[in-house]
C-alpha cells in the first residue's frame, strides 16, 4: 500500500537556523508530491508542489524542496527560518491519476524568536 | 483564486441530532471535493470522495449512512452528520480539486468546521 512517512514529528529552531524536514513515500509509479503548512487556527495551505521537470522545486515563503527519485524523498527545506514559519507541516503524495492524497502525520514545527 | 469556503465554521449541538456543512469552491469549477476529519495533533483522515453528480466514494471504515455527502454541483458539496453522537465530535475538511482531469490537480482546502457534539 501507498504511504507516507515524515520522520520528524516535532522540530523546535531558533531563529536564522536552517531547515530540512524528511518526507519519504512508497509507490514505485508516477508521482506528484505535495508539501502543505498550516498556521495556527488557519485552513491549509499549499506551500509547493511538484509533478514534472526540475527535481528542485521552489515554493511560497522561501521554501523549496528537492524530489529525489532513487531516494523516494521530497525533503522541504528552508535556509533560514523565521518565527512566523511555526506551524504544521504535511507532506502528501497522489500517484498517477489517483485524485486521493496520502499524506504524512506531519511535522509541528516552533521556530523560538 | 481557487478559494473554498466552508461554513460553518464552528458548531454546537445536542447528541441526537443532524448537522449539516457546506463547502463551496468560490471561483473555480471542482468535478471532485474530498471531506476529511483531523483529531487534534494528527494527520489528516480521508473520508469520503465527493464526486459531482454521483455517489461519494467512503473510506474503508466510514460509515456512509452516517455521513451522507452530496455534491449536487459542480460548486457545493456537503456533508451531513446523522444522529450525532460525542464521538462524533472533531474538525472537519473540505478541499475541492481545481482541474477536470489528469494528476495535475491541486487540492484547496476549506477553514473547516469544528463540531461538538455534547
Known amino acids: 500500500a501507498q504511504s507516507v512517512s515524515q520522520h520528524n514529528h516535532h522540530v523546535i529552531l531558533s531563529e536564522a537556523a536552517s531547515l530540512e524536514l524528511g518526507c519519504n513515500y512508497s509507490?514505485?509509479?508516477?508521482?506528484?508530491l505535495f508539501w502543505y503548512v498550516q498556521y495556527p487556527g488557519q485552513h491549509l495551505q499549499l506551500l509547493l508542489k511538484?509533478?514534472?521537470?526540475d527535481p528542485l522545486v521552489k515554493g511560497i515563503k522561501g521554501f523549496e524542496a528537492e524530489f529525489i527519485k532513487s531516494k523516494f524523498s521530497f525533503n522541504l527545506r528552508k535556509p533560514s527560518v523565521q518565527w512566523s514559519d511555526t506551524a504544521e507541516y504535511f507532506c502528501?503524495?497522489?500517484?498517477?491519476?489517483?485524485?486521493?492524497?496520502?499524506w504524512g502525520l506531519g511535522t509541528s514545527l516552533a521556530v523560538n524568536p | 483564486g481557487a478559494v473554498v469556503s466552508q461554513h460553518p465554521s464552528r458548531v454546537i449541538c445536542k447528541s441526537g441530532t443532524s448537522v449539516k456543512i457546506e463547502c463551496r469552491s468560490l471561483?473555480?469549477?471542482?468535478?471532485?471535493m474530498f471531506w476529511y476529519r483531523q483529531f487534534p495533533k494528527q494527520s489528516l483522515m480521508l473520508m469520503a470522495t465527493?464526486?459531482?453528480?454521483?455517489?461519494?466514494?467512503?473510506e474503508q471504515g466510514v460509515e456512509k449512512d452516517k455521513f451522507l455527502i452530496n455534491h449536487a454541483s459542480l460548486t457545493l458539496s456537503t456533508l451531513t452528520v446523522t444522529s450525532a453522537h460525542p464521538e462524533d465530535s472533531s474538525f472537519y475538511i473540505c478541499?475541492?480539486?481545481?482541474?477536470?482531469?489528469?494528476?495535475?490537480?491541486?487540492?484547496?482546502f476549506g477553514a473547516g468546521t469544528r463540531l461538538s457534539v455534547l
Open positions: 478541499s475541492a480539486n481545481s482541474a477536470g482531469t489528469g494528476a495535475k490537480n491541486i487540492q484547496y
Open positions: 471561483d473555480f469549477q471542482a468535478t471532485t
Open positions: 465527493s464526486n459531482e453528480g454521483s455517489k461519494a466514494t467512503y
Open positions: 509507490y514505485g509509479g508516477t508521482v506528484n
Open positions: 511538484y509533478f514534472s521537470g
Open positions: 502528501a503524495v497522489n500517484a498517477g491519476n489517483n485524485r486521493k492524497l496520502i
